[in-house]
């Protein structure tokens, strides 16, 4: 029932009730936009794929609901107890070395690319509410990558981390400039598949099942992206004699980026592009108040979520990159990561080099500033093809 209310309530007036009003931008910290018809085109095409992902909504049953309450009820108690909340970092375990299954070449989007695969080798802690359902999601137990590999001796690397219903070559290799990192800059780069997505998905498109509103779910999915991505980064330096290794991260790609951050200290840098940073943030600010007091009252309590989700937090650990290679940028007329958001990493990364543009969350590829804020990053940080 919820559900239905959610989509006949919300779904009509999305335009009207999410419009950027002034001054919004300026309360998270941000600059104004600067309104023009282009900027507003950029604002639709957001407001486009959050009605489609609204509209195709799997119903939950009450059943689930009432599940999902217990879980997290039974977690947060499980997380005091073992002091993770306290000291989020406890909760990430250092990964195994990466051995790969396979690597085998493809090519997409007329590039030549290398696939590999490896048993992603994540569980869940003994004992954590959702752990067996997690682990029974059989096509996400096999890690995915794909690499633009140079021949010849080695070069720095810079791994990409996708977005949400992203994670296949033809749609990452689009997402980010993958022709211009590997021929033009000269780059060795990496595409680390999330789990549930791409390949690894376990519904009818790709990143079904992060958005349904199991949290429990939600902090798996963070937690093995953070140790599949961790065990890449050690292949890249063990058995591709890496010099450098960069992170780039999109959307929820700069959510892992930024978690990253707080976990591999070696990074040369991290650029944290429209990061969402918080997962109960992203639903109370796309959500109507009304919405959010029914949802409370069907037993979703947010301030406990909000608790829970903390082991998988950016903002919860401290940041252990140097200052100084830190980069983040976001749109100031975002309608999906709110610029707020954008603006508290920025602030727990001790407020270092940031870019806004006047653009929506969609509109990132064609903005001239992003593509010069990477410049500025690989560039200054030894991310640079041998002369």
């Known amino acids: 029932m919820f559900d239905l209310v959610l989509r006949s309530v919300f779904a009509p007036g999305v335009l009207a009730a999410r419009w950027v009003t002034p001054g919004t931008s300026e309360a998270a910290g941000a600059p104004s936009p600067r309104y023009s018809l282009s900027l507003v085109g950029k604002m639709l095409l957001?407001?486009?794929?959050?009605?489609?992902?609204?509209?195709?909504?799997?119903?939950?049953?009450?059943?689930?609901?009432?599940?999902?309450?217990?879980?997290?009820?039974?977690?947060?108690?499980?997380?005091?107890?073992?002091?993770?909340?306290?000291?989020?970092?406890?909760?990430?375990?250092?990964?195994?070395?990466?051995?790969?299954?396979?690597?085998?070449?493809?090519?997409?989007?007329?590039?030549r690319y290398g696939h590999l695969t490896a048993d992603s080798g994540y569980e869940p802690h003994a004992g954590e509410p959702g752990r067996d359902r997690w682990l029974g999601y059989a096509r996400n137990r096999t890690a995915h990558a794909w690499l633009l590999e140079h021949p010849g001796p080695p070069r720095p690397w810079l791994v990409c981390v996708h977005g949400y219903r992203m994670g296949y070559p033809l749609v990452d290799f689009t997402g980010f400039p993958a022709a211009w990192f590997h021929r033009e800059l000269g780059l060795n780069v990496a595409f680390p598949v999330l789990p549930l997505h791409g390949p690894r998905t376990v519904g009818r498109r790709t990143g079904d099942g992060f958005l349904s509103g199991d949290y429990l779910d939600t902090i798996h999915l963070q937690a093995q992206a953070t140790w599949d991505v961790r065990r890449l980064l050690a292949w890249l330096r063990h058995e591709r004699d890496a010099p450098a290794i960069g992170l780039y991260g999109l959307s929820l790609g700069g959510y892992t980026t930024a978690l990253?951050?707080?976990?591999?200290?070696?990074?040369?840098?991290?650029?944290?592009?429209?990061?969402?940073?918080?997962?109960?943030?992203?639903?109370?600010?796309?959500?109507?108040?009304?919405?959010?007091?029914?949802?409370?009252?069907?037993?979703?309590?947010?301030?406990?979520?909000?608790?829970?989700?903390?082991?998988?937090?950016?903002?919860?650990?401290?940041?252990?990159?140097?200052?100084?290679?830190?980069?983040?940028?976001?749109?100031?007329?975002?309608?999906?990561?709110?610029?707020?958001?954008?603006?508290a990493l920025w602030t727990h990364w001790e407020r270092p080099r940031i870019e806004w543009y006047d653009?929506?969350?969609?509109?990132?590829?064609?903005?001239?500033?992003?593509?010069?804020?990477?410049?500025?990053?690989?560039?200054?940080?030894?991310?640079?093809?041998?002369?």
Do not use: K
């Not at 707080?262 to 990061?275: N, R």
């Not at 903002?315 to 007329?333: C, K, N, S, T």
């Not at 929506?360 to 560039?379: I, P, T």
């Open 359 to 387: 653009g929506s969350h969609v509109s990132f590829g064609w903005e001239a500033q992003v593509r010069a804020l990477l410049v500025e990053a690989l560039a200054s940080n030894g991310l640079t093809a041998p002369a």
């Open 46 to 111: 957001d407001e486009v794929f959050f009605v489609s992902e609204l509209l195709s909504m799997p119903l939950v049953p009450y059943g689930d609901r009432v599940r999902i309450a217990a879980e997290s009820t039974e977690a947060l108690a499980l997380f005091t107890e073992r002091g993770w909340l306290g000291d989020p970092a406890a909760y990430h375990l250092t990964p195994e070395p990466l051995e790969p299954l396979d690597l085998r070449i493809a090519r997409s989007r007329g590039l």
């Open 260 to 343: 990253l951050a707080a976990l591999e200290p070696e990074l040369a840098c991290v650029v944290a592009g429209i990061p969402a940073v918080s997962h109960t943030g992203l639903a109370r600010w796309n959500i109507p108040p009304a919405l959010l007091r029914l949802s409370e009252h069907l037993g979703l309590a947010w301030d406990r979520l909000e608790e829970l989700v903390r082991v998988v937090s950016p903002l919860a650990l401290p940041v252990r990159v140097p200052r100084e290679r830190r980069y983040v940028y976001g749109a100031l007329a975002d309608r999906l990561v709110p610029p707020h958001g954008v603006h």
